[in-house]
């Protein structure tokens, strides 16, 4: 790394060469492939945006002049100029530095960001507020075409367009989202690219902004000139720059969506180097819905702008046909498109990611439960996790349980699962949320094909003194825990509650009877989720309540066992609390 | 009434002539003008697409072509189309008839709607479940400019004009939001007016929509030509109408910001009919912030769209002067962009009714309390109401006090409320949610200025026995509950919690001592609020708790006293209640 290493702020670049930022730019492409393949990662992002970030801190002055990166997936060449780079090249610091801004890293980073969309919207706040205080500098916001498509993305580009001040917006058009675009969004952008941005019907001009276009986005020279040109611009300006994504990594250029994120990997072969796990919920559901769509041609599938991160290849979209639609990342069309096509007879289902779930919190609420529509949700990810601050899937308990009118299922077992899904395809009564799990168990005994009945809790095992209501992922928490009272002399009564969404009341009554103690165990944060209503409704009675969950945090990559002791969600923890309790 | 009295239904208006057709219109207006006077309601939007709606009844075939309406609140002419004109025409009968479309008063009416900007993504759902199902009819969706600059209508545009079907979207441009548009949005709006829609710079184009346009949005001929020749289309198309908001009453065409919405009125004087009721805090807050951004210019005022519900009048803007920013109906925007107006150094204030925070949940979770940046959120009208199911704000407690880092506030009084205001801009370490109370109370008690040590509650009156935390709005409620039981001898320890987002777990503890029930009362929905907090606090104690709040469901129009009698929420009852609890 002959110039890699030595760069401490991004002004070491300003007296470079042109040949030497393309050393540069070779040796960051090599960082991003160092660390991608031993941790994982961004990779096609990465790869496609090293020119226009060396040009955006070779042209700028970071931190004065601000540079705001969406989703910040792509941020990691604006990490290696801005002294983060042992995090890619020195395999022992890697995990130091986070694959997204924040500024808690480097003075270089303005925001915590891991969702898509936000950028145009923070940049306005940042400019605004150097308008206020009478500041002089430049604010830039870096958005995919992908992310593009977002609500609070096109919220930012109307408000931005009127801001009468300097903001420059780069647009950099890999013609990628995450999978391929959707959207009349790209067919706007498809022309520009087409005519040079040259088309007089161009969307960011009719919005108001200045437009300029760069078809050349992995060329330094070029990226340079137009910088040098728009800098301290006083319009809202947009610059769209065609990239390639995965730019000099073959496997990357030649599948960009299986290249979009990646498991470690081999650099020569692009073989990931993780065994996979055996059977998954990907493949599960897909099996199941691939099947009924060919009995049953109401069943429609939606997923929005991240169907490979449930196993839906392009080949498994093929198969599901014109029952198939992706929105774009657009998760709250998506909520209310599944509500009014439950409207009109079918039968959707929408499969989300519990973190972009958070996105459509109105939709669930107005679109979809006010209307009482039979559309199906299916959350991915939501459990206690080791992830990143900005992809946590703790939430997704009180954010959707407490909407009026939705059904939140939380099975156990993949027998349990399936009969849900099953299920909430064949009622017409509710919009259902079903928790999908984590783990892969399997069970012999008989699952209901039935849930009508609403809030019925089972009773796995009848015992007394105690009862173990452990929900989802933490079933199996809860036949531990009870194994380890066992050994205490406690023969525990063991229940899966199946839903989420309300009480089963009988059940909780009769269990006052011999019981002393009520546990609830479920795998997300405490605060809203599910054990608070259990204590509320023994809030009047003499019977005991422990609530185990997440705190109420934003943990960081810290890893799920050392979260798992922090809450107390051990068998051996949970018993100790229990017999101290008496 | 010659002619409106005998509809019953649309294909009444499709024998008839252009003449009686204009007279239908006025009776129309009439019965438009007769409900808004006698019950309040919105007048300029019906007011200005009342030949839209004749229109679409006399060129479609309603309910087999479907009719979408944005937000709903312009849908009187369509329910005076469709049967339910004694509604708008009989006084006793006004309140069986909702100021939004709802299924269940009609097969015209396709979905409960009373949020903005959700039309296009739900037309796209019927449209999508059209194709599937094979059917053939005309969907589409009736949208206000000013709903436009939502980011779930640009979602639905984007995903719209890539449907490859029949959707039709009418742009119902009047040149307003509620209050005046903002964002670049509008800037292609006003051009393509000022070119008759001509100019080929065309957002809709852009994205790929067949686009019309008619001048004359008030003219029935014309309307009916164009639709006439749309109907059937196998395309996206925008028919962009131009309209008078307010056309034919002169007080809600001079002042189209003001007649938006309005109370009960005087039809001849335009004077409203109710008596303003004192002090309020819409009031109480702009003398407060007019004053602060004075001293300190780093203070910024943010809206969405909805100005006027917190009493921000043009002249009351104009005096924020470039401190004060409405980003149009846009919160996900302005949720954000407050994040990074504090993040640059302001202090930024975010007016919000609780309805429409809801919108918000993803970026309060990830651009703002992630981030941890001190913006202040005033939350208006969070309470337990007689709204419309649509636009309840007893959920906001639940939606915001579950996510980390975000302090809520709930202030007992005046005083209280403005000493909290007055730190949350103080301060720079935590943004802030203030649940702005509703009935203005007074107390002579000195109010603390710091409120920087979080989660300590109030102790107003030491007693023993029974404690009653009463939050925000319900600590009257509250104090009348003590005064009830000091006359069965208990002298209840009364508690003002002020944080809504934490536990004063000393305080809890120390009650433990002395202290055999312990009640909360808020003024929301109990699933997922503060009282369950309570309750999980207590669950391994002795200690009873009795939460009080609203159930979990979407009352519709349930007189409030009624709903404080469903919940139990009067002292009456709660202390029936903690009598009978021992």
Request: with cysteine.
């Amino acid at each position: 790394m002959a110039y890699l290493d030595k760069i401490t702020s991004p002004r070491d670049i300003k007296t470079m060469t042109t040949p030497e930022l393309e050393t540069l730019a070779e040796e960051i492409r090599a960082g991003i492939l160092n660390r991608d393949s031993k941790i994982g990662g961004h990779v096609g992002p990465n790869l496609g945006i090293v020119e226009t970030t060396i040009a955006l801190h070779y042209v700028f002055n970071s931190p004065q002049d601000k540079i705001v990166f969406d989703v910040s997936h792509q941020s990691y060449p604006h990490k290696m100029l801005t002294g983060r780079q042992k995090g890619f090249t020195n395999d022992a610091k890697m995990l130091k530095i986070s694959g997204y801004t924040n500024p808690q890293e480097s003075k270089h980073d303005f925001f915590i960001v891991g969702h898509t969309s936000t950028s145009v919207s923070l940049a306005c706040g940042l400019a605004k507020a150097r308008d206020i205080k009478g500041e002089k500098h430049n604010v830039i916001a870096l958005i995919g075409d992908g992310s593009l498509s977002g609500g609070e993305a096109l919220e930012g580009l109307s408000n931005a367009a009127v801001l009468n001040s300097n903001i420059i917006i780069i647009v950099n058009d890999n013609e990628m989202s995450i999978a391929e675009n959707h959207g009349g969004l790209y067919t706007n952008l498809s022309l520009l690219r087409q005519t040079g941005g040259a088309a007089e019907c161009n969307m960011f001009k009719a919005l108001g902004f200045d437009y300029h276009y760069v078809e050349e986005g992995n060329s330094l020279p070029a990226l340079i000139e137009k910088l040098q040109q728009l800098k301290d611009t006083p319009r809202p300006t947009i610059l769209h720059v065609h990239t390639l994504k995965g730019k000099g990594y073959k496997p990357a250029v030649e599948n960009k969506e299986r290249w979009h994120w990646n498991l470690p990997f081999d650099i020569k072969s692009g073989t990931v180097t993780i065994p996979s796990e055996g059977e998954n919920y990907n493949d599960i559901t897909f099996a199941y819905l691939n099947s009924k769509i060919k009995q049953d041609k109401d069943v429609v599938v939606l997923t929005a702008g991240t169907p490979g991160a449930f196993g839906l290849t392009p080949e498994r979209r093929e198969q599901f046909g014109p029952n198939y639609v992706d929105v774009g990342i657009a998760e709250e069309h998506a909520i209310a498109m599944s509500s009014a096509l439950a409207k009109g007879g079918c039968k959707p289902v929408f499969y989300v990611m519990s973190s972009f779930l958070q996105r459509t919190y109105d939709q669930l609420s107005q679109d979809l439960a006010l209307n009482n529509n039979p559309a199906v949700i299916l959350v991915f990810s939501g459990a206690i996790s080791g992830m990143d601050a900005t992809h946590l899937g703790c939430f997704d308990i009180p954010l959707t349980s407490n909407i009026p009118n939705l059904v939140c299922l939380a099975p156990t077992t993949k027998q349990e699962y399936l009969a849900m899904l099953d299920w909430s395809l064949k009622q017409r009564r509710h919009p259902v949320v079903i928790r999908v799990p984590i783990r892969v168990t399997t069970s012999n005994e008989t699952v209901p094909a039935n849930y009508d009945e609403l809030n019925t809790f089972q009773v796995v095992h009848q015992g007394k003194q105690v009862a173990l209501l452990a929900a989802g992922n933490f079933f199996e928490l809860g036949r531990q825990t009870a194994a380890q009272l066992q050994k205490h002399g406690i023969d525990a009564t063991l229940i899966n509650p199946r839903f989420l969404s309300g009480l089963d009341e009988k059940c909780l009554h009769e269990l006052e009877n011999d019981h002393r103690i009520i546990v609830t165990l479920e795998d997300g944060v405490l605060d809203g989720g599910f054990g608070e209503k259990i204590a509320r409704f023994y809030g009047p009675s003499s019977v005991k309540v422990l609530n185990y969950g997440a705190f109420k945090e934003f943990p960081d990559r810290i890893p799920v066992t050392e979260l798992y002791q922090r809450y107390r969600l051990t068998p051996e923890q949970i018993t100790a609390d229990i017999l101290r309790l008496g």
